[in-house]
């Protein structure tokens, strides 16, 4: 048994046993765990004794995995049926949903079954980013792209396009992690919400709470970065493993036999913070969630008070560590998948030119690039406005990928179907892939950088010569 095991097992027990008093001495003598917390709402009277409170954000982690479950199970018919089923998960339902992902299986037990055992009455729809989003055509909020892609999801054989290219589970996935829980944390709970006059600490959050404004605040914030309450306790391959469904001891930290998908899971940018710490390059993981427990473990130490200019401004601080390190994991994820769209049109290059079927490669080619544009606008919906790196990023991915036919997605008509017109060169848009991985490390300084192909920038570009005057940086 190793002293992480040790430790689970220990703290297990006296989570068990706990009584009120014991609440307050876990959270302080760990140190790593976010929660459990005691009340410190003044006049409070009922019998909670965890002022924690983050299940609504968890909900709206299963409605985004099965949403992106159910995006993958078109069958290349209209299906109205289909469409209308996504929307219940993204949209929200009067009905007790099923959670369709993540579902128990052998070896891995899931504690919940139904959306409304984690938190009822919840959607996507209404905490999804307002503003325009620019990477994709139509000029659409971040609803309404959803919305369209839904729509176009339900009638692609297994959510894939091959007249456009386009992976709907990937776009919708990646695109609703940042429109919905990126845009909500960094943009709302850990910014204008850490004002000194919203959601004041001395005030329940709303009439009949048993947490304080500000104690709710931190925790939804918290809760839309989707790490386990317990993740600072395993390594960053057991976070991984833990999202993935293969490690169950390192999930079921209480030991009571089941995975709780309110507190013990890892979801969205958690696990992509988990997949590039596992190379050892970088802590994106941990420093996001050690950052959230010592504000709260701050809000706690006011005792009910309002926070001091002084406790505020340290609170702001490690909102700003949060908000910059979440904006990198998902550069990271840029970075990443670009250099996997290089490498699938390297690949096709080779099948094409050896006469072969290009059919398997050309959907992995998708599934890639939809990973790439999803992150790409999802980085987009965060509170610092991008500027020219968003053009730069925009133009050089462009709406769609260069599809076999040398043609390319350029707009949307009044119906919501897409144009398409002549594209670049495969050269010329391999060349542009290079370029959003050094704009990410320029922008952003990536570290983990998956995929890494920038060794070959300059004499890819050499190669293409006047050519590469086409990209648009």
Known sequence: MNFTQIKKGLLGAIVAASVPALSISIASADGHVYGPFPITLKGYSGDKTNSVSYTGQM????????????AGTGTGEDNPALEAEMMAYFAGSKKNKAIISPVSKDGFKLKQTLVNSISSGKNLSGKT??????????????????????????????????????????????????????????DGYLDEKLAADSKPNGKPYKEGAYYTGKEHVWDEGF???????????????????VAKMKNFAAADFNSDGEVDLKTEMTFAHAYYASSYDKGGKTNYLNTVTQAFVD?????????????????????????????????????????????????????LEEILEANGDPEKAFATYGKHWGELKGFAMAIQCGKVN????????????????????????????????????????????????????????????????????????????????????????
Do not use: C
């Open 59 to 70: 909900a709206r982690h299963v409605l985004h995995d099965s949403l992106k479950k159910l």
């Open 129 to 186: 980013y307002k503003g325009v989003v620019n990477g994709w055509p139509g000029q659409m909020t971040g609803a309404e792209v959803l919305e369209h892609m839904i729509k176009k999801a339900a009638s692609a054989k297994g959510g894939f396009d091959p007249n456009t290219g386009y992976n709907y589970p990937q776009l919708i996935s990646k695109f609703a992690m940042g429109a919905v829980f990126y845009n909500q944390a960094v």
């Open 295 to 347: 504000g709260r473990k701050l809000i706690t130490s006011a005792n009910g008070e309002n926070l001091t200019d002084t406790q505020r401004a340290q609170l702001v601080d490690y909102a700003a560590v949060i908000s910059s390190n979440w904006e990198k994991v998902i550069a990271e994820s840029i970075f990443k998948y670009a250099g996997s769209v290089y490498k699938d049109i390297v690949k």
């Open 223 to 241: 809760g839309y970065w989707g790490a386990a309450a317990h993740a600072m306790h395993l390594s960053a391959k057991e976070n991984y493993d």
């Open 386 to 473: 991008l500027g020219e790196t968003a053009v730069k990023m925009n133009r050089m991915i462009g709406f769609g990928p260069v599809l076999l036919n040398a043609s390319q997605v350029t707009g949307v008509d009044s119906a919501g179907d897409f144009i398409k017109d002549e594209a670049m060169s495969w050269g010329e848009y391999k060349l542009h892939m290079l370029k959003v991985q050094k704009l990410m490390i320029d922008a952003f300084g990536v570290e983990a950088r998956a995929n890494d192909q920038t060794e070959g920038l300059a004499a890819l570009a050499g190669s293409l010569g006047s050519a590469s005057s086409a990209e648009n940086d």
